[in-house]
């Protein structure tokens, strides 16, 4: 694998980037025994090879999940397709690690509280390619958020789908964009710090290059955003490799608003 890299973005900050060992999704949110848990996954789902699950309590009643599993769908010839598993927990944190045992294309992530189940898709294939967090996104399809701890700078890619999936491999193939008008602004709201928010903008209106130098910009319409870029918003309070939050992403383009799922975030040199 190669090293991270320094490198100096095209508003000349400094940021340190490169390969991650974690490659995080953000499912969504599930309300189950009174309570509300966002899900992610770290890594792929593939017969035979063991994946965690990250399950945190966000609102509701004081329910500790008592167990998760994979399963397809009633009347399928298997329906559990690993045995369920208790979480490692620390606060509002569990851990759950799934091994299935068959091939998983039409399963989905099975969360147990209070008695209860409830379900989610656990998109497989869709992973970050960018070194960022990538999330479900209702609306839109997924994306991917990105957080320099060294600078406090974001990165927001807008993604229509994760790519196409092969029955060879368990990673889908390159993201398809999601466009939409180069003037949106899009908000960041951190539940996790009494709601604070930060906006994101396009870098330029002509190329609006990453920093990696790569153009974002197709007849007007982009699917990359930053911050703070040139705005004067002050990114100190998002420093620090050990900084965490909780954040949802939100902006009205062709007027139609958009709101994500919150989702946890971290800076990528922690991942």
Same mark, same amino acid.
């Given at each position: ?10 508003? &000349? ?10 490659? !995080? ?50 009347? =399928? ?16 944190? $569990? ?11 039409? =399963?989905? #992530? ?22 960022? !967090?990538?999330?479900?996104?209702? &609306? ?16 927001? $890619?807008? @993604? ?6 092969? +029955? ?7 993201? +398809? ?46 699917? @990359? #955003?930053?911050?703070?870029?040139? +705005?004067?918003?002050?990114?100190? $309070? ?8 909780? %954040? =949802? %992403? ?9 709101? =994500? ?11």
């Amino acid at each position: 694998m190669a090293e991270p890299v320094k490198h100096v973005d095209a508003s &000349g900050h400094e940021h340190t980037h490169g390969p991650t060992s974690a490659k !995080i999704v953000a499912l969504g949110t599930v309300t189950v025994g009174g309570a509300t848990f966002m899900i992610d996954r770290d890594g792929q789902i593939e017969a035979g090879k063991e994946t965690e699950f990250g399950v945190e309590r966000i609102a509701g009643a004081e329910v500790v999940p008592s167990g998760a599993w994979l399963a397809n769908p009633p009347g =399928s010839n298997v329906e559990k397709l690993c045995d369920p598993v208790t979480g490692d927990g620390h606060e509002q944190h $569990w851990h759950f690690n799934v091994t299935p045992l068959y091939p998983v294309k039409k =399963s989905k #992530f099975v969360l147990q509280a209070g008695g209860e189940e409830a379900v989610v898709d656990f998109c497989p294939g869709a992973g970050p390619c960018n070194d960022g !967090i990538m999330s479900v996104f209702p &609306g839109v399809g997924f994306l991917e958020l990105k957080l320099h701890g060294d600078a406090g700078d974001l990165e927001l $890619w807008l @993604y229509a789908s994760a790519g196409k999936q092969t +029955s060879w491999q368990a990673r889908t193939g390159k993201p +398809s964009p999601f466009d939409i008008p180069k003037e949106t602004v899009v908000k960041l709201t951190f539940a996790s710090h009494e709601g604070k928010t930060v906006e994101l903008r396009v870098r330029n209106g002509d190329q609006n290059e990453d920093e990696d130098g790569t153009p974002n910009m197709r007849g007007g319409r982009t699917n @990359y #955003f930053i911050f703070p870029g040139e +705005s004067g918003q002050d990114p100190t $309070w998002l420093m620090g490799e050990k900084w965490r939050g909780v %954040v =949802s %992403v939100s902006f009205e383009a062709d007027g139609k608003p958009q709101q =994500s799922d919150p989702f946890v975030l971290v800076p990528h040199e922690a991942l």
